[in-house]
């Protein structure tokens, strides 16, 4: 069965400082990962996915995330953060289901803070 | 590109009365959408698989005759909540699939509705 973990409910940092949000994954075959950002009362935006192509993503906003497969995980991570950055945070992994479509399954999320 | 609407934003409602939800695809033609739902500090949650002309396929638990789902174009996706009742209220999130680079499909999420029973 597909699941993801996120490690943790809440993480915080200063502004300025490196971000790493963590996640962890289960599958029983080689998965597409994904991580989007939702800010408060909106919907969700993409960061970043993995689809078996190259294990270290570049997303957009300066995030980026490496697939390890030895370690079934697909952290979070971003060098200096912004204020701007605050936001709850999903890792998602796609299970393929009869038909090609995918179902998305979501991970419980990270609240960033970030802080002056 | 790749956008979609939901409307309305927000809405409040008496029990026992029904709510629409729109869900539009404004750029490309969606033949699959799908219906989240979020409660306050929790993760989303599928409800249920929406294709244009057939029925929506319902995800374990989640009540057909309640969550009333039709799909009568290629670009539009309604959500009823029939007899709504208080803990109906949740932030109610639709997402509509589009085939992009590589031949992949990917989910394109709209900004939510947060639904509010008196």
């Known amino acids: 069965a597909q699941s993801v973990t996120q490690l943790d409910s809440h993480v915080s940092v200063s502004e300025g400082t490196p971000v790493l949000l963590r996640c962890n994954y289960s599958?029983?075959?080689?998965?597409?990962l994904f991580w989007y950002v939702q800010h408060p009362n909106k919907g969700l935006q993409l960061l970043l996915k993995?689809?078996?192509?190259?294990?270290l993503v570049k997303g957009i906003n300066g995030f980026e995330a490496e697939f390890k497969k030895s370690e079934t995980s697909f952290h979070l991570t971003k060098p200096s953060a912004h204020m701007s950055d605050a936001a709850e945070y999903f890792c998602v992994v796609s299970l393929p289901l009869f038909g090609g479509y995918n179902k998305l399954i979501f991970g419980a999320g990270t609240r960033l803070a970030v802080h002056p | 590109g790749a956008v979609v609407s939901q409307h309305p934003s927000r809405v409040i409602c008496k029990s026992g009365t029904s709510v629409k939800i729109e869900c539009r695809s404004l750029?490309?033609?969606?033949?699959?959408m799908f219906w989240y739902r979020q409660f306050p500090k929790q993760s989303l949650m599928l409800m249920a698989t929406s294709n244009e002309g057939s029925k929506a396929t319902y995800e374990q638990g989640v009540e057909k005759d309640k969550f009333l789902i039709n799909h009568a174009s290629l670009t539009l996706s309604t959500l009823t909540v029939t007899s709504a009742h208080p803990e109906d209220s949740s932030f109610y999130i639709c997402?509509?699939?589009?085939?992009?680079?590589?031949?992949?499909?990917?989910?394109?999420f709209g900004p939510g509705t947060r639904l509010t029973v008196l």
């Open positions: 599958s029983s075959y080689s998965p597409s």
């Open positions: 997402s509509a699939r589009d085939r992009v680079s590589g031949g992949m499909y990917e989910q394109f």
């Open positions: 993995y689809t078996s192509a190259a294990t």
């Open positions: 750029d490309f033609q969606a033949t699959t």
